[in-house]
């Protein structure tokens, strides 16, 4: 029987990189999306809002569009636990 030979680090580096992979298409995507709904207008206004004295509105009330985005929040986080734990996993396993 042939004893195992431990191995050179190429799976315990991919595991990483797909991580960072996956991180950067997240982030990427997250931004495209404040691009389009507008989070990035007006940015001279939002700097003197701390400092106004009119009472700010309470936002309004949509649970059935917020319902979505919480499933979504899930989702990722579930995501990025899981390929947390795999590269852990894969770490110990080809250590």
């Given at each position: ?17 797909g ?19 507008g ?21 309004l009330?949509e ?19 899981a390929?947390i ?6 770490s110990?396993y080809?250590?």
């Open positions: 029987m042939k004893p195992l030979r431990r191995s050179d680090g190429k799976m315990y580096y991919s595991g990483w990189l991580l960072i992979t996956i991180s950067l298409g997240v982030s990427l995507i997250a931004f495209v999306w404040a691009l389009r709904n989070q990035f207008s007006d940015q001279g206004r939002a700097r003197y809002i701390p400092l106004s004295s009119e009472p700010t509105l309470p936002p009330h649970p059935a569009k917020r319902a979505w985005e919480l499933y979504a929040l899930i989702i990722v986080g579930l995501i990025g636990l390929s734990s795999t590269s852990i996993a894969l110990l080809w250590m």
